[in-house]
């Protein structure tokens, strides 16, 4: 989303304001709508809506909650559109609810944010600055409440994400401290290991890949390893940073290049670097 001023200049067209229901949700025993600001641009064509605000009421028009959402005006459309849904969210220790901002067209580092609000200290408020990522949360289904995941190593309820780094996604938990209004990652972003989800490709002709004994090409010499049709390939885990860059309005979350791949191969466990022998296993980079 662009952190510019809102308006029009003489030149451009100016928008109609409308307003649209995201639904009503409960939180303990209060009862409150979630709405969208909407600006309209009149004429055919693509990017001529976009939402310009999300607030939360209550039945009596009162407003709990709200975040304006900055536009800029392009020739006759939006430089970029954004759309706004709001999820209830479950967890084992509290509830809140999961507003998702996607935003078109994409653009990197991702086109999609989420920002999770909460009841506390008698008001609804939110748990930090909307965290953007090329990727997806992994207990949302489209119109569906969001479960949380249970994490027993640190007692709390979390939200993983699947953050796509180009050739698998990364599952990055993000832990909910409900008294304390913090959505923070769960484990720190350094030198860690993560499940990955990804779907490989068939290997269609024989090769080699360097299995490495740790996730760094200074860890000693690589064995190499032949890689065919009919070999056994299993993916444990992926090792290394993640990016977590709290520099604007929105926070990103990503995977860092220097990501290595722990594999079983026929038997034989190692890491792959990134790069050629992730190609040779069936994951090649993609958009």
């Given at each position: 989303m662009l952190a510019v001023a809102v308006g029009a200049t003489q030149a451009q067209p100016v928008p109609e304001i409308a307003e649209k229901?995201?639904?009503v949700f409960e939180l303990g025993a209060r009862r409150f709508e979630a709405v969208a600001e909407v600006?309209?641009?009149?004429g055919p064509g693509e990017l001529r809506q976009t939402v310009s605000a999300v607030r939360?009421?209550?039945?009596?028009g009162s407003t709990l909650w709200?975040?304006?959402l900055a536009y800029q005006i392009e020739g006759d459309r939006f430089a970029e559109t954004t759309s706004v849904e709001?999820?209830?969210v479950k967890g084992r220790e509290g509830e809140g609810l999961l507003i998702t901002y996607s935003t078109l067209p994409a653009a990197p580092p991702g086109s999609r944010s989420w920002q999770l609000l909460g009841w506390a200290e008698d008001k609804l408020a939110d748990?930090?600055?909307p965290v953007s990522i090329e990727g997806a949360v992994a207990e949302q289904a489209p119109g569906q409440p969001v479960a949380a995941s249970w994490d027993e190593r640190l007692k709390g309820d979390v939200l993983n994400f699947k953050v796509w780094n180009g050739r698998f996604s990364v599952v990055v938990p993000m832990l909910v401290r409900w008294d304390w209004r913090s959505f923070a990652l769960a484990y720190l972003p350094k030198r860690g290991r993560w499940k990955v989800e990804c779907e490989r490709r068939p290997?269609?002709?024989?090769?080699?890949?360097?299995?490495?004994?740790?996730?760094?090409?200074e860890a000693g010499k690589p064995r190499r390893v032949k890689v065919g049709p009919a070999s056994k390939i299993e993916i444990l885990w992926a090792e290394g940073d993640l990016i977590w860059d709290d520099s604007d309005d929105e926070i990103w979350l990503g995977v860092s290049e220097d990501i290595f791949l722990k594999v079983r191969i026929d038997g034989r466990e190692g890491y792959l670097a990134p790069g050629d022998d992730l190609d040779a296993i069936g994951l090649p980079e993609r958009e």
């Open positions: 229901s995201l639904g600006a309209r641009l009149t939360f009421r209550e039945a009596e709200e975040r304006r709001v999820a209830p748990f930090g600055k290997v269609t002709e024989n090769v080699e890949v360097d299995l490495y004994p740790a996730a760094t090409e």
